[in-house]
């Protein structure tokens, strides 16, 4: 197996408030960020101004991310002085204001060192989830005031990136490849030369998985079972796609360009669907072990139903069958907005429920959704993504099953 650590990918990582003497024009247009002296380690201590390469990134939960590949100059400002400790300060040049000017005093900037390529500049919403997610990413803090709360990810090369943390680090733009090279050749010798339908894959996934048990432990087993089945699918994806490339995009002795950006695109899209109907593959399995009656992509009053809806359609078309003995649980690997599609779906059932792999959501959307009378279903060792006063509101998958279990009893 092949699966890396943080340290593999950064060296350091900080985090720290943004003030408006540093992001607003309307206080200052000075550029400079302040308050990250702690950065030497990692930055250096040269006496000339260095100009970094830097990539400026804006992240929120409501749009998609804005990167710019730019610079800096890291520099300390006491040169000149001899009688005063050292402040360095990171200059950005005015490219970066497309992104540096989107955050607001009070926002978080996280800076990461990566072993290599350009120091990565994090900018997001205070108390928002992709704040909340990239703080448990990396071990950090929340920052207060002026203080950078850093760490030095060499101190601890066995933190793994395990599935959940690969989706964090994708949406930043940081991919990390992770493989099952040991499983090719059966892989091969099953499917081909081509990429099996998805349920088929996660049949392969439920044969070689280790250490897991649905029936004992349905939370620690979904994950383990999304995270092995995407390192299979990566395993198959570089060897055919690798074949492909060999083979070259030519068509009479010339580019054929076209093609080329035919197949990228399949290879794109076939990446972004397979997770969802992976997850699904899965939460049905693992029903399945728990005997108890659901109905996958059920038809409720409009065309699109819940994911799972139990008993049944037939029960839920019954008038006369008790509303209150009805369940749905919509799965999504990842919510963003898209919850608010779930509330829409079943009528008749009042209190739903959503199954997710998404770790830490911020504290807004989890109130809204307790407001829409929305439960938030995760494997147990998520909660601790959540903060404290979120967790009491969580509800694991195996109490999700037990919960249907008494209701089908």
């Not at 593959?281 to 809806?309: M, Q, Y």
Request: net charge negative; aromatic share 8%.
């Amino acid at each position: 197996m092949k699966q890396g650590a943080l340290s593999d990918h950064f060296v350091g990582v900080g985090a720290k408030v943004l003030r408006g003497t540093e992001v607003d024009p309307q206080v200052s247009h000075g550029h400079e960020l302040q308050g990250i002296t702690r950065f030497r380690k990692f930055l250096g201590e040269n006496a000339q101004n260095d100009v970094l390469p830097v990539t400026y990134v804006w992240l929120s939960d409501e749009e998609p991310p804005v990167s710019l590949p730019l610079s800096a100059t890291w520099y300390d400002s006491r040169r000149n002085d001899p009688n005063r400790a050292a402040e360095y300060r990171f200059y950005y040049p005015a490219e970066a204001e497309e992104v540096v000017y989107r955050a607001r005093a009070g926002d978080t900037l996280i800076l990461c060192q990566p072993v290599s390529g350009p120091l990565l500049a994090l900018f997001c919403p205070r108390d928002s989830s992709i704040e909340q997610q990239l703080l448990w990413l990396f071990g950090l803090e929340h920052p207060e005031g002026n203080l950078l709360r850093a760490r030095d990810l060499r101190d601890d090369p066995s933190e793994t990136v395990g599935y959940i943390a690969r989706q964090i680090l994708e949406f930043i733009g940081v991919e990390v490849i992770a493989t099952e090279e040991s499983l090719l050749e059966l892989m091969l010798a099953r499917f081909g030369e081509a990429f099996p339908p998805t349920r088929e894959l996660s049949a392969f996934t439920w044969e070689h998985v280790q250490d897991i048990d649905g029936r004992d432990d349905p939370d620690g087993a979904i994950v383990a079972l999304m995270d092995l089945e995407e390192r299979l699918f990566m395993t198959l994806e570089r060897h055919l796609v690798g074949k492909r490339l060999e083979n070259g995009f030519m068509s009479g002795g010339k580019p054929d360009v076209d093609e080329f950006v035919r197949f990228s695109l399949s290879v794109q899209n076939r990446r972004k669907s397979r997770a969802g109907w992976a997850f699904g593959n899965h939460v049905e399995a693992i029903l399945k072990l728990h005997n108890v009656r659901f109905c996958r992509e059920a038809t409720t009053e409009k065309r699109a139903g819940p994911d799972f809806l139990f008993p049944g359609e037939a029960e839920y078309h019954d008038p006369a069958w008790p509303d209150l003995q009805l369940t749905m649980l919509a799965a999504k690997t990842s919510c963003k907005d898209r919850w608010r599609q779930v509330l829409a779906e079943a009528n008749r059932i009042r209190n739903k429920h959503l199954l997710t792999l998404e770790p830490g959501i911020s504290l807004a959307q989890t109130e809204e959704m307790r407001r829409e009378n929305l439960q938030l279903v995760l494997p147990t060792g998520l909660h601790a993504t959540y903060r404290p006063e979120q967790q009491t509101q969580l509800m694991g998958f195996s109490t999700f099953i037990n919960l249907v279990r008494d209701r089908q009893a």
